[in-house]
């Protein structure tokens, strides 16, 4: 049986090696399909990062359909079933890195349209497309720059669908209208060094340093909301000592991350956490990275649509969350644009021997088309 579109250039996205930030041609596949059905297509590619920006019409509201060309490493090649960068389909499913994560989305994301514009050649508003290759990575170059690009244009988005895997157990059966923010800090305290035998000639930063990282841990930092969890804060790295058993060592070095809720700021919790260590009268330097701010999707146009083409198409009433870790919608919302995430079944992703259904794929699509048809017409 010949393969649908969908799942043909899903397979043949998952083809192309494109371990972050290298997109290996998946961009210029893409828009040799969107040229063919009337999209403008422009490479906004920065640093070592392919980005495509690609439209079709030029007045509101424009829907535009976001996602990632990159894909993580693929790990030990001899534990994958099937080779990572074949996109080999047995027994319903296609294999290959990238499968879910997100490559499969974009396929749906491209075949949806292509039906549409088939058929609704003169679709009020417009579509567009944000693909980027450094979502995997550092999201320096991407979405990030791509979105600082618009904005020098006062080129506004009105709604976004970022084709993240969503879904938990069935397609459908969540999409995402937020993400908490994510704050990382790097923070290194400063004893003295000295010999294990002699601790009352040193001061021996790992001890100094565990009085307030245990008031950093045990903090209630807000409460959350409906729709959010509580803010965390959680220690991802410790690293002190010089090799030696009997050196006492001169720094301590800790990386640590905050997913906050809407309920407080990135200001607020540097302030807070420089007051703890202030507090315990510490020596110590601290670097933040730029935090990702959080973002929710109120119920509006987008959600409704949303909401109805799941149900109409895969016959699943969606949970609206804001669960799970940080996707590039928190590039867009602050635009004031509408986000919401939607995407396959996430079971598999970053793991070795990551899969997706190729029905799923098709359903998916169909979804996306349903939604073009509920804003665009």
């Given at each position: 049986m010949p393969l649908s579109p969908t799942v043909a250039l899903a397979r043949d996205?998952?083809?192309?090696?494109?371990v972050t930030p290298n997109d290996n041609g998946c961009q210029a596949m893409l828009t040799s399909r969107l040229n063919a059905i009337g999209f403008s297509c422009e490479h906004m590619d920065f640093a070592e990062v392919s980005n495509l920006w690609a439209t079709r019409g030029d007045k509101a509201p424009i829907?535009?359909?976001?996602?990632?060309?990159?894909?993580?490493?693929?790990?030990?090649?001899?534990?994958w079933r099937y080779a990572p960068f074949d996109g080999e389909i047995h027994d319903g499913m296609l294999?290959?890195?990238?499968a879910a994560d997100m490559k499969g989305s974009i396929a749906c994301f491209v075949t949806a349209c292509e039906r549409f514009v088939g058929m609704h050649p003169q679709h009020r508003g417009s579509i567009g497309l944000l693909i980027t290759s450094d979502e995997e990575g550092i999201a320096r170059?991407?979405?990030?720059?791509?979105?600082?690009?618009?904005?020098?244009?006062?080129?506004?988005?009105?709604?976004?669908i970022v084709g993240e895997?969503?879904?938990?157990?069935?397609?459908?059966?969540?999409?995402?209208?937020?993400?908490?923010?994510?704050?990382?800090g790097t923070l290194k305290i400063t004893g003295k060094q000295g010999h294990i035998a002699y601790p009352h000639l040193a001061n021996n930063p790992l001890h100094i340093a565990l009085p307030a990282l245990n008031a950093l841990t045990i903090k209630q930092w807000d409460q959350g909301n409906e729709n959010f969890q509580p803010t965390s804060f959680q220690i991802s790295n410790i690293n002190g000592g010089t090799g030696a058993t009997n050196v006492?060592?001169?720094?301590?070095?800790?990386?640590?991350?905050?997913?906050y809720s809407p309920e407080t700021t990135a200001a607020n919790l540097i302030s807070e956490v420089e007051a703890i260590l202030n507090?315990?009268?510490?020596?110590?330097?601290?670097?933040?990275?730029d935090p990702g701010l959080p973002y929710e999707t109120k119920t509006g146009d987008l959600v409704k649509a949303v909401e109805g083409s799941?149900?109409?198409?895969?016959?699943?009433?969606?949970?609206?969350?804001?669960?799970?870790?940080?996707?590039?919608?928190?590039?867009?919302?602050?635009t004031g644009t509408q986000v919401v995430e939607l995407g396959p079944v996430n079971a598999t992703i970053h793991q070795i021997n990551e899969q997706i259904s190729t029905q799923d794929l098709n359903l998916l699509s169909q979804v996306y088309e349903k939604i073009l048809e509920k804003l665009l017409l």
């Amino acid at each position: 049986m010949p393969l649908s579109p969908t799942v043909a250039l899903a397979r043949d996205l998952i083809r192309q090696d494109s371990v972050t930030p290298n997109d290996n041609g998946c961009q210029a596949m893409l828009t040799s399909r969107l040229n063919a059905i009337g999209f403008s297509c422009e490479h906004m590619d920065f640093a070592e990062v392919s980005n495509l920006w690609a439209t079709r019409g030029d007045k509101a509201p424009i829907l535009v359909f976001a996602g990632h060309t990159d894909v993580v490493p693929t790990g030990p090649l001899e534990q994958w079933r099937y080779a990572p960068f074949d996109g080999e389909i047995h027994d319903g499913m296609l294999h290959g890195r990238g499968a879910a994560d997100m490559k499969g989305s974009i396929a749906c994301f491209v075949t949806a349209c292509e039906r549409f514009v088939g058929m609704h050649p003169q679709h009020r508003g417009s579509i567009g497309l944000l693909i980027t290759s450094d979502e995997e990575g550092i999201a320096r170059w991407g979405t990030r720059e791509v979105m600082a690009e618009l904005a020098k244009r006062d080129q506004k988005i009105d709604m976004c669908i970022v084709g993240e895997p969503t879904s938990v157990e069935i397609l459908g059966d969540m999409a995402k209208i937020g993400r908490r923010g994510s704050l990382n800090g790097t923070l290194k305290i400063t004893g003295k060094q000295g010999h294990i035998a002699y601790p009352h000639l040193a001061n021996n930063p790992l001890h100094i340093a565990l009085p307030a990282l245990n008031a950093l841990t045990i903090k209630q930092w807000d409460q959350g909301n409906e729709n959010f969890q509580p803010t965390s804060f959680q220690i991802s790295n410790i690293n002190g000592g010089t090799g030696a058993t009997n050196v006492i060592p001169g720094h301590v070095d800790i990386k640590f991350n905050f997913r906050y809720s809407p309920e407080t700021t990135a200001a607020n919790l540097i302030s807070e956490v420089e007051a703890i260590l202030n507090n315990k009268r510490l020596e110590f330097e601290i670097d933040w990275g730029d935090p990702g701010l959080p973002y929710e999707t109120k119920t509006g146009d987008l959600v409704k649509a949303v909401e109805g083409s799941i149900l109409e198409v895969a016959g699943v009433s969606p949970k609206l969350s804001t669960s799970g870790g940080t996707s590039d919608g928190r590039f867009i919302a602050p635009t004031g644009t509408q986000v919401v995430e939607l995407g396959p079944v996430n079971a598999t992703i970053h793991q070795i021997n990551e899969q997706i259904s190729t029905q799923d794929l098709n359903l998916l699509s169909q979804v996306y088309e349903k939604i073009l048809e509920k804003l665009l017409l």
